[in-house]
């Protein structure tokens, strides 16, 4: 069986948490491979509408084992909570794994990211000050603390004293309260605790699967646009949400990883700040954003709305050598005679399908085809190939301009609608 990544295509909020909790349902392990909970995936089944951050969307499936990859940082208080508000709902957790590899998002992460965010000014990130960055930055400053030091209390509460001598000295400078170092460590021992014997050595488990020939799906979080290295960098996320870091985050051979679902919205959105250039404004965008409920599943902040981009999309297909894409939310455009699709841009007079660097990126225009609407609701269908012939031929534009097949198509939040190929 293919191994399975799940990548976001866009600035990421393209709905993976969705394709994941469906793609799950026939999944033995689901592999959380990077990033924090400074995003979240939205998913709606029997269960309700769950607002996911840390645990994988793989968690609605009791048969499949889903695991918290050594590629992300965790803060473990907002896990137990949401291992929490997950039983308290019906919702078994019994599977979850976490990886004692893993890098520990500590009080003073989240203390250090709002107070960075506050002293850059007009000059902000946009980030959700949950701490991921600077958890990133000591981990990589090799200041990090892995999640099996929680089993050593002594040595535990040592390391915090330590890197509270200096994260203080920070803080207070810049006039925040010093974070105690009793409270700190009290604080994640006894989430720690809660956590219990999930906390383990996850590559057996991995090992295991690839050599059994199980159902592997690994899920990743925001988007290429977002990604450290090929995204607008700075206003990125602190990992890489590329297939490509999916075997490192997971702990899986590269080689192993067989298919690839690169996720995109039938429009685009965004959270956070940087460039966005078919990026609408006025009465045009709060009336998609708010027929789409386009709202940040963290942070509660009005997304930002734009057309289609595929030269964002082809960016992120280069990057990720897509088997197939899922389109999300086609039912969202069914009001519009004519929709803008956005394949190239203008910059410096000239006409570009790749993407520029940045601060390029801020002084290029979107160069529109415009594709007729299909005018109608078409949240009912359960087939593509009822689609209406606008519809389809929309999705076909995507599919030659990104230069991936489309496998599946959502038009609603539900499971079942979802159209596969």
Known sequence: M??????????????????????AQEADLVIRYQGGNNAGHTVVNEFGTFKLHLVPSGIFNPNATCV?????????????????MLEGRGVSTANLRISERAHLLMPWHTALDRLDERERGRRKLGTTGQGVGPAYADKVARHGIQLYE????????????HELETKNV??????????????????????????????????????????????????GQLGAMRDLDWGIYPYV???NPLAGFASIGAGIPARSITRVVGVVKAYSTAV????????LAGEEANALRERAEEYGATTGRPRRIGWFDAVAARHAQRLNAFTELAVTKLD??????EIPFCTAYSLDGRLTSDMPPTKLLDRATPHYERLRGWCQDIGAIREQAQLPA???AYLKRIEETVGAPIGMVGVGPERNATLLS
């Open 332 to 337: 969202m455009l069914g009001s519009y005679e």
């Open 170 to 219: 920070i803080l207070t400078k810049f006039g925040d309260a010093p974070l105690d170092a009793r409270t700190v460590a009290d604080g994640v021992l006894e989430a720690a605790a809660v956590l219990g014997d999930r906390i383990v050595d996850t590559l057996p488990i991995v090992e295991h699967a690839v050599a059994t020939d199980a159902r592997v799906l690994l899920e």
């Open 390 to 392: 606008p519809a389809r």
């Open 68 to 84: 918290l990859g050594t590629g992300m940082v965790i803060d473990l208080a907002t896990l137990r909570d949401e291992i929490r």
């Open 272 to 279: 956070g700040e940087g460039p966005f250039p078919t990026e």
């Open 2 to 23: 293919p191994v399975t990544a799940i990548v976001g295509a866009q600035w990421g909020d393209e709905g993976k948490g969705k394709i994941t909790d469906l793609l």
């Open 237 to 239: 996320t602190s990992s």
């Open 150 to 161: 929680v089993r050593d209390e002594s040595g535990f509460r040592a390391r915090v004293a």
